[in-house]
């Protein structure tokens, strides 16, 4: 399996503004890929982190509100932008080799105050 | 366009009960299908998948079979425990070339003595 560690576990932020989640997986992966589990609901696929250009967003988000960077294979970042109370979710990344199964790191809960 | 239907929670069962949670999706093709089981207070974890039909996923006592007909992936266990109780979510890859997955809505599950 895939080992995925993604950091900070959580945080409280005030709102108006920006956290920088990170994500670090091992070198089997190829594809990764951001998702919001908003509480008490499934998940939601942000968008897909591309190595060395712009992440693809799925609909209803952008990249204005959720930057994504992934300038090597094994890392990304997902930046929260300007934020609200409705922003308070848990914040996934994902990773899978080709055409198999994905793994998930541990999440980032993440409460706005 | 492509989608997934789960059956809704919470579900309730005694030890030793039989359990089924469906599963169903719309797709063109045939993508892999994977169920996910996310414990209290801990990440996602895969729990079986199936990637061509008929094929049957199972791990822990749980099994799930590979439906093109019905295009159907139900979970099932002939005898659940305490441990088990959790929300499971049925994840088909409809996109991204069968590497991006859809949510379903999640089925929580509590087994109790």
């Known amino acids: 399996s895939a080992v995925i560690s993604q950091k900070p576990s959580r945080d409280i932020c005030q709102r108006g503004t920006s956290l920088t989640i990170q994500c670090q997986v091992d070198?089997?992966?190829?594809?990764m890929f951001w998702y919001r589990q908003q509480p008490g609901q499934s998940l939601t696929l942000i968008a897909t982190?591309?190595?060395?250009?712009?992440?693809?967003?799925e609909s209803g988000f952008v990249i204005d509100k959720f930057p994504i960077s992934r300038p090597n294979l094994t890392f990304s970042t997902l930046t929260v932008s300007n934020m609200s109370p409705e922003d308070s979710s848990i914040y996934l990344c994902s990773g899978n080799r080709a055409n198999t199964e994905a793994f998930f790191g541990q999440g980032t809960r993440l409460t706005v105050v | 366009g492509n989608s997934v239907t789960q059956m809704e929670g919470p579900v309730t069962l005694s030890e030793e009960a039989f359990l089924t949670i469906n599963c169903t999706y719309t797709a063109t093709g045939y993508p892999s299908l994977f169920w996910y089981v996310q414990y209290p207070g801990e990440g996602l974890q895969l729990l079986l998948k199936?990637?061509?039909?008929?094929d049957k996923g199972s791990n822990k006592g749980f099994e799930a079979t590979y439906r093109k007909e019905t295009t159907s992936f139900h979970l099932e266990k002939g005898s659940v425990q305490v441990s088990d109780s959790a929300v499971y979510f049925c994840?088909?890859?409809?996109?991204?070339?069968?590497?991006?997955?859809?949510f379903g809505t999640g089925t929580q599950l509590k087994v109790e003595l």
């Open positions: 994840a088909p890859a409809l996109g991204g070339g069968g590497n991006k997955l859809t």
């Open positions: 982190a591309n190595q060395g250009s712009e992440a693809t967003y």
């Open positions: 070198s089997q992966v190829t594809m």
């Open positions: 199936a990637t061509k039909a008929d």
